[in-house]
């Protein structure tokens, strides 16, 4: 697995993308972390390279704050 995902063009609207990362728990999807974007900004291809690990990062950073709070809940 690739760790994010991405709009495909023909989903509309079809003027703008996303790109999201699941913040996981084992097998569990708690959240996802996406940004989305005017692909007339910015074209799909220029947006993996600078964006994908902050999204992933960011995702992963909520599944442990999840976490830490439901640890704090007990």
Do not use: C, W
Not at 27 to 40: C, E, K, N, P
């Amino acid at each position: 697995t690739r760790g994010y995902a991405t709009r495909p063009a023909r989903i509309e609207p079809s003027n703008s993308s996303t790109i999201a990362a699941p913040a996981m728990r084992g097998d569990q999807a708690l959240a996802t972390v996406g940004m989305t974007y005017f692909r007339s900004a910015l074209p799909t291809a220029a947006a993996l390279a600078p964006f994908v690990a902050p999204i992933r990062q960011l995702a992963e950073h909520v599944a442990k704050t999840v976490g830490q709070l439901e640890r704090q809940r007990r």
